[in-house]
């Protein structure tokens, strides 16, 4: 058997670091999927190869539990996410199966847009269709969190629930539940630019958390004054009023700087996108380098700040909503 399975990535509009408090993020899946083939083999070894998410390439065997990597300077986190993706699947299935294992990815790991989920998403799908086990969006959803949280730490779960779903929506943790409402909004121009990033996510979750520890009422302050931004932009969104939205924006990015994720390169690329024409422009995703989000009034424009950003950023784009989330389906016997 041979299936193919495939994750959009994400962007995080508004919202986050408050989202891992309990405050709502508006988030939406992007067209830049991680994409999975897999085919089952008869000796039991299962093969991963993940040539694009490992400047070198990585190439890892799975034999009775025990992970042995073939090819590696300066092994990734990804690798270890699809590891204990397919080893969760064994236990939880109390099975296991050889295959031969190919992810590939349209955007760089660790910048932000939610690699790790499409990976951990894409690669569950292939390896439990191969064992023979049907899991929907809920499904793919959980494991996905789970498996962020036994790699990374700490996750709100949000990359992991918008990627299932695709489309729009607004998140939040209820009583430590991931709930995504999602939104029927129009697509808006936005433009995405990334520089590969040093700091991981669960490290910069824990620096903002030392924040909070220190001052707490004032952390507080900051995450309701974002929680407003983010209600406020949610609204905004619906009724397509791009100019509040990139206001909004603006403010969100200037409550992340206070938190302290930013630095000289990401406020470089915000500026120069809002000296080119960007309505507003933040941080997005956990910060300390990682990617920036612009919103423009339309393509033209985020054209033009492509070109601008282009000489300061590892990479950046014009970004398109996904409404389909995560899928598999088989392409061979
Ligand atoms: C995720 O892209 C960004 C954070 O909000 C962490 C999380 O939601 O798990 C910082």
Redesign the pocket.
């Known amino acids: 058997m041979k299936v193919l399975a495939s994750a959009p990535t994400k962007v995080?509009l508004f919202g986050?670091?408050a989202?891992?408090y309990g405050f709502p993020?508006l988030v939406m899946a992007i067209q830049k999927r991680v994409e999975v083939t897999a085919s089952k083999t008869s000796d039991g070894v299962v093969r991963i190869e993940l040539p694009e998410l490992s400047s070198i390439g990585l190439k890892l065997e799975i034999r009775n539990g025990e992970v042995e990597i073939k090819k590696v300077q300066n092994a990734l986190k990804h690798a270890s996410y699809v590891v204990e993706t397919i080893k969760e699947l064994q236990k939880r299935a109390n099975q296991s199966c050889g295959a031969k294992i190919m992810v590939k990815s349209k955007l760089p790991a660790g910048v932000?847009l939610?690699t790790s989920a499409a990976v951990i998403e894409a690669v569950g799908l292939a390896y439990s269709t191969l064992l023979g086990i049907t899991m929907d969006k809920k499904e793919i959803a959980q494991l996905a969190k789970h498996v962020?949280t036994l790699v990374q730490g700490?996750?709100?779960?949000?990359?992991a629930s918008i990627i299932s779903q695709g489309g729009i929506g607004l998140f939040r943790l209820e009583n430590e539940t991931p709930v995504l409402q999602r939104l029927e909004a129009k697509e808006i121009p936005i433009v995405i630019a990334y520089i590969k990033k040093v700091i991981p996510?669960g490290e910069?979750?824990a620096r903002?958390k030392a924040i909070f520890e220190k001052h707490k009422d004032i952390t507080k302050t900051i995450f309701e004054a974002i929680c407003a931004i983010t209600e406020k932009a949610t609204r905004k969104i619906l009724e397509n009023d791009l100019n509040s939205l990139g206001e909004l924006m603006n403010l969100n990015h200037g409550l992340l700087c206070s938190l302290g994720v930013s630095n000289l390169r990401l406020e470089q690329l915000i500026h120069l996108a809002r000296d080119a024409g960007a309505l507003g422009s933040k941080i997005?995703?956990?910060?300390f380098g990682g990617s920036i989000v612009c919103l423009l009034k339309n393509e033209e424009s985020a054209k033009n700040v492509c070109q601008v950003l282009k000489p300061f950023c590892d990479g950046v784009f014009l970004a398109k909503r996904d409404n389909i989330g995560a899928q598999v389906q088989i392409i061979g016997s």
């Open positions: 995080t986050e670091h989202v891992v993020a932000g939610g962020e700490k996750s709100s779960g949000m990359d996510t910069a979750v903002v997005t995703g956990a910060g």
